[in-house]
């Protein structure tokens, strides 16, 4: 994967992120907002594809249940951000170009 394509799939799980945070704090979602921050430190320090790749498997791990998961939600808007996370997250786990 050449260095503008993961640094572009950076700055989108880095947006979807952001988005996250704010359906949580219009939802007032603790337990999720907990979750966006650590996904938000996760994905700071990435410094290539491979880191990339390896953060966005991690953070997939959201999406299998549990508290603060992604494995129900209960507002449009929530589920608007964590959809859109969940596309990023498989697009920056899954290219190989």
Not at 55 to 67: F, H, K, N, V
Request: charged share 25%.
């Amino acid at each position: 994967m050449t260095t503008a394509r993961w640094q572009a799939q950076l700055d989108d799980v880095r947006r979807a992120i952001a988005q996250l945070r704010a359906a949580c704090a219009a939802d007032g979602d603790a337990r999720r907002a907990s979750s966006a921050d650590w996904l938000g430190g996760l994905f700071e320090d990435v410094a290539d594809a491979e880191s990339l790749q390896q953060s966005a498997r991690q953070a997939l791990g959201l999406y299998t249940g549990g508290m603060g998961s992604f494995h129900d939600v209960g507002t449009a808007t929530m589920a608007s951000a964590v959809d859109a996370l969940r596309t990023t997250l498989h697009s920056a786990r899954n290219d190989r170009r």
